[in-house]
């Protein structure tokens, strides 16, 4: 059983050292958080490089700004083999960093799809993975046996392994999760001092400025770390919404009609299917995950894939 | 008691002639739906005319395409001080239909914020409009005293009376629901064809894109009915949405900030708070609407209004 370091124990680092069945160790730059954790009966190192060093694995789970000075004390201190994942919500400009700072060890760039409205230690549940959708990254030079590893893990935590490319990651939370920020933010903002648009806000407008909510700091970092694929999508959503609203009422009829289409898609979703994958099939896993698939199991010939509705998880918040 | 007549029998005016305690006609230009409508115990007119002469109120509740007809029917057969209103969901172009067809008649616009999800006869439901905001609209010609038999109406059914202008109430929807329709739309199109987006989609996502499962015909309807208040709301909203996806990170940072105080601002809303208003106070009534209030009872005086939370009701989609 691989050794497992978690650096950062917030929401989502503090989940996953609670979940980690086998020998983890934990680390936070905060010394009330290493002593909480400690007082929960968890492991955890008083430096960075105690936590790091002679480890098989080690998790980055800490804020963004921070990832960059923790891969270059783990390519100061970890062991050669050692293998690094880490959980940030952008993929493209952390395996940039990882790159330039971790280029002899085996990087597998990870984001789990969970949890978003509570954050810190206290929030910390080992359930919080379950059924939660964890996209792990597959380049071109990713060590697919490293990336088999760290997806062994997640599976171990009840979690889907999403196969995907940095970029196609990138781009598909610009769309599910970014672009719905703003344009919750958008909205709410549109009837901020106007109580009578408030009065007249219904439960679909609720629904629809919910992520407004987060702490505005998690929704800033997040987007703006996400700045190059998202302004593509930005761009050509609002060019829809704006010829939409310039008076041509088939522009408006075409938008509305294809997200009714598209909405109903997503409600009626395909038969489930199973899919058998092997083991350093790396255009096969990605398939899976550009079909809307995932991993459920780690079989004796390599992996087992599903295909289904997306709906029906507990938790694929992100 | 007024007698009323309720033209047209879909979700809004079939609840509402089930709701109705008085002396009631409805009429639909659908045979089966009169038919249905009679079988379960109402009084139904033959005829379009037969159901407006010698009534004290008519209730347009068409599709807005047959509006304009229907107040030219009221025109040629209705009692000259019958008053007239409607529940159509954008509101100065039907006074502007009203002021054209009906200008020896009394006339209030008006629009129940209740239900769009379903539709019909079948889903009238008398409960429809408990706890709903209904808009009803105070120009500076509507006869005050009309308005108030059509407010005392709708307080009967459960429902809180919210004065404001049509100009006013079509900005507020904009606001509200169209823009939000059209988001959800081009969001749930921005997954349209890509499975892997979709997998990564959490309960936000379905939250911020529910209202796209509504029927594509009504929401293209109301949004290109309200085009003329919709055009500079969406112009505003994309604009700052394209400036925070421009790069400027000042701008995102600003918008999302905004955000999340507004919507934070609409979950802690004011102390809950009365006021009193006299039966022919046009101002007062329309400050009531324009801080949020709306109208909870007739009183000896003339009304009594409510601040209070927006959230707190059990049925306000519009």
Avoid at 144 to 173: F, K, M, N, Q, Y
Avoid at 192 to 199: I, K, M, N, Q
Avoid at 283 to 307: E, F, M
Wanted: hydrophobic share 50%; proline share 6%; aromatic share 4%.
């Amino acid at each position: 059983m691989s050794s497992v370091a978690v650096i950062g124990l917030g929401l989502i680092g503090g989940s996953l050292l609670r979940a980690l069945a086998g020998p983890a160790v934990g680390y936070d730059a905060d010394p009330q958080v290493r002593a909480a954790a400690r007082a929960a009966g968890f492991v955890v190192a008083d430096t960075l490089n105690g936590a790091i060093a002679e480890r098989d694995v080690v998790v980055v789970a800490t804020p963004i700004p921070a990832v960059g000075p923790v891969f270059d004390a783990i390519a100061a201190s970890a062991r050669p083999d050692t293998i690094v994942t880490d959980v940030a919500s952008v993929k493209a400009p952390v395996r940039g960093l990882a790159a330039r700072a971790l280029p002899g060890l085996r990087y597998v760039g990870g984001h789990p799809m969970a949890g978003t409205e509570r954050s810190g230690w206290q929030a910390a549940d080992p359930a919080l993975f379950g059924g939660a959708a964890w996209v792990l990254c597959l380049e071109p030079d990713t060590d697919v046996a490293a990336w088999g590893e760290i997806a062994s893990i997640v599976l171990g935590l009840g979690a889907r392994v999403v196969p995907a490319t940095a970029v196609e990651h990138d781009d598909a939370v610009a769309r599910v999760s970014h672009l719905p920020h703003l344009f919750a933010a958008v909205l709410a903002a549109g009837v901020a001092s106007r109580p009578l648009a408030r009065t007249l806000a219904a439960g679909s407008f609720r629904d629809a400025t919910r992520v407004a909510s987060t702490r505005a700091e998690l929704t800033i970092a997040m987007c703006t770390a996400n700045t190059e694929a998202l302004a593509p999508v930005i761009d050509a959503a609002v060019r829809r919404v704006s010829r939409a609203g310039s008076g041509d009422a088939g522009a408006a009829a075409a938008l509305i009609e294809s997200g009714h289409r598209a909405r109903a898609a997503m409600d009626s979703a395909p038969r489930p299917a199973h899919r058998s994958i092997a083991a350093g099939d790396r255009d096969g896993l990605l398939a899976l995950g550009r079909d809307g698939g995932w991993l459920v199991a780690r079989v004796h010939t390599g992996w087992l894939g599903h295909l289904g509705p997306p709906w029906q998880h507990p938790r694929t918040e992100g």
